[in-house]
């Protein structure tokens, strides 16, 4: 059975970092492009980030560029979200999503483009 299991979420003050975390018990890890995506309340889910198969191509929505950085292990079957510089705006529920390709620099921003996702881990930004 696939399963994406999240963690790293908390509470935070406008200005600080998290790191969240995902690991897949998917396999063979490798043949999946990787993303993370946020659901504000209120809002629909959004694309924040996503890494290619092998970990050379990276995507970010542009909100988050210079201050979020997706990366990889294939070895560990993770992938991580470090978040620097946190905004009250950035405070919702994130998913860990895993999506099949055969293309190692394929990266994907839609959602329907993923296979598997996550239950979720809550960001709150305190201003």
């Known amino acids: 059975q696939v399963q994406l299991v999240e963690s790293g979420g908390g509470l935070v003050q406008a200005g600080g970092s998290l790191r969240l975390s995902c690991v897949a018990s998917?396999?063979?890890?490798?043949?999946?492009?990787m993303g993370w995506f946020r659901q504000a309340p209120g809002k629909e889910r959004e694309f924040v980030a996503a890494?290619?198969?092998?970990?050379?191509?990276?995507n970010y929505v542009d909100s988050v560029k210079g201050r979020f950085t997706i990366s990889r292990d294939n070895a560990k079957n993770t992938v991580s979200l470090q978040m620097n510089s946190l905004k009250p705006e950035d405070t919702a529920v994130y998913y860990c999503?895993?999506?099949?390709?055969?293309?190692?620099?394929?990266?994907?921003?839609?959602?329907?483009?993923?296979?598997?996702w996550g239950q979720g881990t809550q960001v709150t930004v305190s201003s």
């Open positions: 890494i290619s198969r092998s970990g050379s191509s990276s």
């Open positions: 998917i396999s063979p890890f490798r043949r999946f492009a």
């Open positions: 999503a895993a999506g099949s390709t055969l293309y190692v620099d394929n990266i994907y921003r839609r959602r329907s483009e993923y296979d598997y």
